[in-house]
C-alpha cells in the first residue's frame, strides 16, 4: 500500500481534459513537501513531467500542468494525444518515514 | 546528455546477493546526490536507497535496511547498489536516478535492470 493514494486508472477520450489525484497527509504534502509527477512508459526511463507542484521541465508541453491543496495534488492533462498513454506517479517526501522519499501507487491513462 | 545505464540484474536465488552498478555520463557525477527506486512485476515505483554527492550520507527504506548497501565512486562516475539476503519480493526493475540540485526530484532516471529472485 503506498503512502501517496492515487486512483489506479482514468481515462479519455482523444482531445479531452484528465485528472488524476494525489492524496497524502499531514506527513507529507500536508507539511508543505512539494509534489512532482512522473509518466512512465513499461520498459522505458520513467520521465519528470512536472515539479515543485507547478512547474514543467523544458520539453514538457503545456497540456501538462499540475496543482496542489492541502493534502492533496493533481496532475491536468488537456487535448488528450494518444502518446499520453502511459503510468503517471506522483512523488513527494515524508518526514516520518525512513528514506523519506515516497511514491503514489500510479495509475494508468488509458486514451480512448 | 544525461545519461544513466544500469547493469549487473540476473537472476538470483533467494538468499544470495548482487551488486547492480549505474554509469553516469553527461554531468559532473560527483555534484549530485543519487538515488535507487525499483519497481516490482505489476506494482507501483518504490523508492530503494539514496548517496549524497560526496558518499558520506545514506538513506534506506526500512525493507531493505541492512541488507542493501549503496556505494558511488565519483572517479569512475558509477553509482552501486550491494544486494544481500535477497528475497522473492526484491524482484524488480531497479533504477538509478538523479536527484535535482534544487528540488527533492528525480530529474533523470536510467533504463533499469531486471532482477529475478527464484531458486
Known sequence: QSVLT??????????????ISCTGSSSNIGAGYDVHWYQHLPGTAPKLLIYGNINRPSGVPDRFSGSKSGTSASLAITGLQAEDEADYYCQSYDSSLSGNWVFGGGTKLTVL | ??????????????????????????????????????????KGLEYVSGISSNG?????????KGRFTISRDNSKNTLYLQM?????????VYYCARRGRQWLVL????QGTLVTVSS
Do not use: I, K
Open chain 1, 6 to 19: 492515487q486512483p489506479p486508472s482514468v481515462s479519455g477520450a482523444p482531445g479531452q481534459r484528465v485528472t
Open chain 2, 107 to 110: 530529474d533523470y532516471w536510467g
Open chain 2, 56 to 64: 558520506g550520507n545514506t538513506s534506506y527504506a526500512n525493507s531493505v
Open chain 2, 1 to 42: 546528455e544525461v545519461q544513466l545505464v544500469e547493469s549487473g540484474g540476473g537472476l538470483v536465488q533467494p538468499g544470495g546477493s548482487l551488486r547492480l552498478s549505474c554509469a553516469a555520463s553527461g554531468f559532473t557525477f560527483s555534484s549530485y546526490v543519487m538515488h535507487w527506486v525499483r519497481q516490482a512485476p505489476g
Open chain 2, 84 to 92: 544481500g539476503s535477497l528475497r522473492a519480493d526484491d524482484m524488480a
